[in-house]
């Protein structure tokens, strides 16, 4: 696979950024929802910021309180309630759910006429504001239906993560439009136009107990309510997709049908992007994949950084029969790399999936 990866890249970096809130650092602007909007692309960048904490002791989190005001949490790290091992969460030691997060996501806009040099809007776009989003927002896609702007993305509380969905026509006001999904689920893409008179969307539920993290599909009347749920792609056994999959960019049309970009783990949590063709008038039947990846961690920037060895994507741009990859590194910045569709094409098998979705 011939993958031309920019030359500016990482296109934006934590240190580009000047926090919004006093007394925070920026440790994240990665995985960005895209779009075009009049003559520009923009990112709605996931932009993480930490609260600083100046005592070694003590590990600070933000949370979105009931009065929808940012709070900070202090704990000590000798509370012996809490695990303190993974600098992205603090988890109860009874049961290893998360407490709390040790940063608060939320949503920027990102602006480029050239879709590689880009400037970034100093307030929040789309900012917490509701129990469902006390944690966070995270992992944006952007879905233009008409003159509507749909923008889903991941809200986080101490409930877990659910899916949000919000709407726009100018991306400087917005509606929000609820939860479209309950918790736990995340890596939603709605299709950009109805099939058969259906919206559809992918989603990837968690499961607590039986079934693995992977990708499924459903439909819908009015973009609000989602029925007829049906597992789409699962795992392999064993390889760069044995972990976790989920859903990436917002799908697009080709002649041969819709092309998905999507994200996989494996079992040592090292992510990937795959491609995946879905049938143009019934999406939830699975054509062809990519068996080996079409974008690997390999640059210095996707291998070492926050939460290294990562490349994830939430949306790209195409042009001329090339798809431009905006995508997440090591959840600490944001590139993008060029790929010819007629590559991604050939690199395509035609499968058989067997019971569960894994490729015969």
Not at 333 to 342: E, F, G, T
Request: aromatic share 10%; glycine share 8%.
């Amino acid at each position: 696979m011939n993958v031309s990866r920019l030359k500016t890249n990482p296109l934006i970096t934590p240190e580009d950024l000047t926090p919004y809130h006093e007394n925070h650092e920026i440790i994240g602007v990665f995985n960005a929802g895209v779009t075009m909007y009049q003559g520009e692309t923009l990112l709605l960048l996931r932009v993480a910021e930490r609260p600083i904490a100046n005592n070694p002791e003590v590990v600070k989190a933000p949370v979105i309180n009931s009065s929808n005001q940012l709070e900070i949490i202090e704990l000590s790290k000798h509370d012996e309630t809490y695990d303190f091992s993974d600098p992205r969460t603090i988890r109860y030691q009874r049961d290893g759910s998360t407490a709390y997060l040790t940063s608060l996501s939320y949503i920027r806009l990102a602006r480029s006429s050239d879709g590689k040099i880009f400037s970034v809007d100093p307030q929040p776009f789309i900012y917490p504001e509701n129990k469902h989003e006390s944690l966070g927002i995270e992992d944006a896609r952007v879905t233009q239906i008409d003159e509507i702007y749909y923008i889903q993305y991941s809200a986080v509380s101490q409930h877990g993560v659910g899916v949000g969905l919000a709407s726009t026509e100018d991306f400087s006001t917005y509606k929000r439009l609820g939860l479209m999904l309950h918790p736990e689920n995340k890596d939603v893409a709605i299709f950009p136009e109805k099939i058969n008179g259906k919206y559809y969307t992918l989603h990837r539920p968690v499961p607590k107990g039986i079934g693995n993290p992977e990708i499924w599909i459903a439909e819908s009347e009015n973009l609000i309510h989602w029925g007829n749920h049906q597992h789409l792609l699962g795992l392999s056994e064993d390889g760069w997709d044995s972990g976790r999959i989920g859903g990436g960019a917002v799908p697009f049309k080709t002649e041969k049908g819709w092309m998905e970009i999507y994200h996989a783990a494996d079992k040592n949590d090292r992510y990937c992007l795959g491609a995946v063709l879905l049938d143009l008038h019934d999406p939830s039947k699975v054509l062809a994949k990519t068996l080996e990846p079409i974008l690997v961690p390999e640059a210095d920037y996707e291998v070492n950084g926050f939460f290294g060895q990562v490349v994830f994507t939430c949306g790209v741009t195409l042009q001329d029969g090339m798809v431009r990859i905006y995508y997440g590194v090591a959840d600490t910045s944001m590139a993008a790399a060029d790929l010819r569709i007629d590559d991604i094409f050939n690199q395509l098998t035609y499968v058989t999936l067997a019971r569960g979705g894994a490729v015969e």
